[in-house]
């Protein structure tokens, strides 16, 4: 079992860049598929990436370009860069851990396995 928990939201404007943290405890961080997600107001979660125990990331279209995944394993910890961030980037994001190496497609739809509790990205335009 694995534990996560986010930092670095905050209030940026439009095109400005933000990183997020995200610290996992845990001895088989390594071996878990990690995976940020979001979630704007009143709308449902949105997959943003995932990235796998093999080294490969996959994007959802909305962010690719923009956003950029990086895991620092000396120190259980993933981060996500954000830049070029846009009013509609606005969300509660969350880090998020699995056990398994699934598809993408199977995450976007079903999620991961540990969630943290997020945090909140506010983009003014």
Request: overall charge positive; aromatic content about 16%; glycine content about 12%.
């Amino acid at each position: 079992q694995v534990q996560v928990a986010e930092s670095g939201g905050g209030l940026v404007q439009s095109g400005g860049s933000l990183r997020l943290s995200c610290a996992a405890s845990g001895r088989t961080f390594s071996s878990y598929t990690m995976g940020w997600f979001r979630q704007a107001p009143g709308k449902e979660r949105e997959f943003v990436t995932a990235s796998w125990r093999g080294g490969g990331t996959y994007y959802a279209d909305s962010v690719k370009g923009r956003f950029t995944f990086s895991r620092d394993f000396a120190n259980n910890t993933v981060y996500l860069q954000m830049n070029n961030l846009r009013a509609d980037d606005t969300a509660v994001y969350y880090c998020a851990a699995d056990g398994s190496e699934r598809r993408a497609t199977w995450y976007s739809n079903y999620g991961m396995a540990y969630w943290g509790k997020g945090t909140l990205v506010t983009v003014s335009s």
